[in-house]
């Protein structure tokens, strides 16, 4: 049973910086994708930053690259989210995911979660 453990979540002023991790225990990450996703208020679940294991190839939404870096420590099976120059839109539930194959776009096709860590941008 793959498990899926973020944390570093919280409360920063805009223009700082957080960092999340997703554990990832349970399973073997030696191919598939990890992605991470959010969900602010009233809004569907999108997709933010994905890495795939075996190759390290990153990818980004729009609304976020130059400011977010996903990278991993293989020895931890640890994947981790940078985030770099906070704005207000940021704020919203984090979702770590999980799926075999490449990397998608779409959180249906991702099979595991893990529960989600809340990020918090001030003005």
């Known amino acids: 049973q793959v498990q899926l453990v973020e944390s570093g979540g919280g409360l920063v002023q805009a223009g700082g910086s957080l960092r999340l991790s997703c554990a990832a225990s349970g399973g073997t990450f030696s191919s598939g994708a990890m992605t991470w996703f959010r969900q602010g208020p009233g809004d569907d679940r999108v997709f933010v930053a994905a890495?795939?294991?075996?190759?390290?190839?990153?990818y980004y939404a729009d609304s976020v690259k130059g400011r977010f870096t996903i990278s991993r420590d293989n020895a931890k099976n640890t994947v981790y989210l940078q985030m770099n120059n906070m704005r207000r839109e940021d704020t919203a539930v984090y979702y770590c995911?999980?799926?075999?194959?490449?990397?998608?776009?779409?959180?249906?096709?991702?099979?595991?979660w893990g529960q989600g860590t809340q990020v918090t941008v001030s003005s």
């Open positions: 890495l795939e294991w075996s190759t390290g190839n990153t």
């Open positions: 995911a999980a799926k075999s194959g490449q990397a998608v776009l779409f959180s249906a096709d991702y099979k595991y």
